[in-house]
């Protein structure tokens, strides 16, 4: 059998180039994130930073852009005298300014690099401060690559790309060139992108034990976000309102654990008191245990009011959105723990008796959400949000008794249909309920 041969030494060594690539390419679209970050850091209430839309990372409002190209500088100095990068950059923005697209009176631009380099052309344009400056600069820089005027003999001397970028750059107006340079800073990095975001974060008031933490999960919510728009097909467009919350809730779960969730004042009426009566599984659970009437009502009560906490601390950024899992996590633990204890203490007591005990002692735990204390109707509530959907029970065999009625017909069909109704104890009524028995007095804990 003949030996395969193997692929042309090009492929292979083109192999080899992307493959040497790969890493430089993935650090970049890595330093957007954590620029990205920086930048969310530094905005303001009614801003929003984006990545890969206007620029690398941008900063916008209603009446000002900043844009920012990033560059890692891993292998090579990015911002040398020649570097293609470098002009390519001066490049894409002299033309974004010719076409409209960035405003010459409200945008500002940022070449960041990650290392600490530098060149003899982006410093000069860094120190440009006035009009004189920039056209001063622009003078010299024509001289140093062109030659002198009007003949500019060194142009044609240019190497064939740099020629494409730098001639498309020197060419621009002389007002063109004076808004870019004068609103043009370089910034530099230590080298770690992310180790130079503990000075921005460390202005949030946040201590030096827990930054790395709060960090972590910034980074890894921008990055989380970032990818859920792009699958979308949408802008990367991160408003400042919301990563407000994710810093919010993260500086509380991190960093302040000893805060006190508060409730949120709720008025409930007659008609959510009767809708949850008559539609809500988790009632079923408590008339299956012949719960008296008060006890359900107060049930619906707390269900609706931990609904609305629920939905206020979310949107408010006290409460991070994984937490809720963890604490849902906590209360079935607990709740599988009660139901095992009471399984061997009462396994003489009738079922309903049983699971009215199980109920009454989740209802009372004390568990925390996000390691901070909540309303004491919090805990009840979320249990009842557990039992609309099956994942806790009270009566022992609470998903037989809860099963749907099998299909059929017949004196089978109407047995079935009575099967899990509640016995009403000797001497339960069902008084009608006032709106106000349910009106929450904006209590907390």
């Given at each position: 059998m003949a030996k395969k041969s193997g692929p042309p030494k090009s492929a292979k060594a083109s192999s080899k180039r992307q493959s040497a690539n790969?890493?430089?390419?993935?650090?970049?679209?890595?330093?957007?994130?954590?620029?990205?970050?920086?930048?969310?850091?530094?905005?303001?209430?009614?801003?929003?930073?984006?990545?890969?839309?206007?620029?690398?990372v941008a900063t916008q409002s209603t009446d000002a852009t900043l844009v920012e190209q990033d560059k890692s500088g891993l292998a090579h100095n990015p911002v040398a005298d020649r570097s293609i990068e470098l002009w390519k950059t001066l490049r894409n923005w002299v033309r974004a300014i010719r076409s409209g697209a960035l405003k010459t009176n409200t945008t500002k631009f940022v070449l960041y690099v990650a290392?600490?380099?530098?060149?003899?052309?982006?410093?000069?344009?860094?120190?440009?401060?006035?009009?004189?400056?920039?056209?001063?600069?622009?003078?010299?820089?024509?001289?140093?690559?062109?030659?002198?005027?009007?003949?500019?003999?060194?142009?044609?001397t240019l190497p064939t790309e740099l020629a494409e970028h730098m001639n498309d750059v020197l060419s621009a107006t002389d007002d063109v060139l004076a808004h870019l340079f004068t609103n043009l800073t370089l910034e530099n990095g230590t080298g770690s992108p992310n180790d130079d975001l503990n000075g921005l974060i460390a202005a949030k008031a946040i201590s030096e034990e827990k930054r790395e933490q709060v960090l972590t999960h910034l980074l890894g919510w921008a990055k989380r976000t970032i990818d859920k728009l792009i699958e979308k097909k949408q802008p990367a467009v991160i408003p400042w309102e919301d990563f407000h919350k994710q810093l919010v809730g993260a500086a509380k779960k991190f960093d302040r654990s000893d805060a006190v969730l508060t409730s949120t004042p709720a008025t409930l009426d007659q008609a959510d008191i009767e809708k949850e009566l008559r539609a809500r599984t988790y009632v079923r659970q408590l008339q299956a245990v012949q719960c008296d009437d008060n006890t359900v009502v107060r049930a619906v009560n707390d269900f609706l009011r931990s609904a609305v906490d629920r939905t206020r601390w979310s949107e408010?950024?006290?409460?991070?959105?994984?937490?809720?899992?963890?604490?849902?996590?906590?209360?079935?633990?607990?709740?599988?723990?009660?139901?095992?204890r009471l399984n061997i203490e009462q396994k003489n007591a009738v079922e309903e008796d049983r699971g009215q005990l199980l109920y009454v002692s989740c209802s009372a735990l004390q568990v925390r959400l996000q390691g901070m204390d909540?309303?004491?109707?919090?805990?009840?509530?979320?249990?009842?949000?557990?039992?609309d959907s099956l994942r806790v029970g009270w009566h022992p065999r609470y998903r037989e008794v809860l099963a749907p009625p099998p299909s059929g017909t017949g004196p089978d069909k109407k047995k079935a249909s009575t099967q899990g109704t509640p016995r009403k104890r000797p001497g339960s009524t069902s008084p009608p309920v006032a709106a106000?028995?349910?009106?929450?007095?904006?209590?907390?804990t």
């Open positions: 790969a890493p430089g390419q993935l650090y970049g679209f890595s330093v957007q994130i954590t620029r990205s970050v920086a930048h969310l850091l530094r905005a303001k209430d009614g801003e929003s930073v984006s990545v890969e839309h206007l620029d690398d290392q600490d380099h530098h060149g003899g052309v982006i410093d000069s344009i860094h120190g440009v401060t006035t009009r004189a400056d920039a056209d001063a600069v622009v003078q010299s820089l024509r001289k140093r690559f062109w030659g002198t005027a009007p003949k500019f003999t060194k142009r044609a408010q950024g006290d409460v991070l959105e994984g937490s809720f899992g963890e604490f849902e996590e906590q209360l079935e633990r607990a709740w599988d723990g009660q139901r095992k909540v309303p004491s109707h919090f805990v009840p509530g979320s249990f009842h949000t557990l039992a106000a028995d349910v009106v929450d007095d904006g209590g907390g």
